[in-house]
């Protein structure tokens, strides 16, 4: 079965750190270019980071350059999204999905019918 699997999410302080994990299954991740989304309460799901097969390119959305970071692990076929200075604004339901053909421009341009197995989503909570 292809799945996508998100953990790594929980309640933290602002300024705090979490790693969020997506992990698959029924196929190779190293295949295909993988992206972070998230939903936050009321708004639309838009796009945050993602990462092209072969690692060559990378992209975040202006409003988490320097806090979060995408990497693969291939031994684990996993691929995570180190995010750092966490913020309020970060508050969201954090997907993963895959994609053979799409790529991701901005928040809310990436094509989301390019992109497929997603996951049921990680709850990231910022908040003193």
């Known amino acids: 079965q292809v799945q996508l699997v998100e953990s790594g999410g929980g309640l933290v302080q602002p300024g705090g750190s979490l790693r969020l994990s997506c992990a698959a299954s029924g196929f190779t991740l190293d295949f295909y270019t993988i992206g972070w989304f998230r939903q936050g309460p009321g708004k639309e799901r838009e796009g945050v980071a993602c990462?092209?097969?072969?690692?060559?390119?990378?992209y975040y959305i202006d409003s988490v350059k320097g806090r979060f970071t995408i990497s693969r692990d291939r031994a684990n076929n996993t691929v995570y999204l180190q995010m750092n200075s966490l913020k309020p604004e970060d508050t969201a339901v954090y997907y993963c999905?895959?994609?053979?053909?799409?790529?991701?421009?901005?928040?809310?341009?990436?094509?989301?019918?390019?992109?497929?197995?997603w996951g049921q989503g990680t709850q990231v909570t910022v908040s003193s």
């Open positions: 990462i092209s097969s072969g690692d060559r390119n990378t």
């Open positions: 999905a895959k994609t053979s053909t799409g790529w991701m421009y901005s928040e809310t341009n990436y094509g989301f019918a390019s992109w497929g197995s």
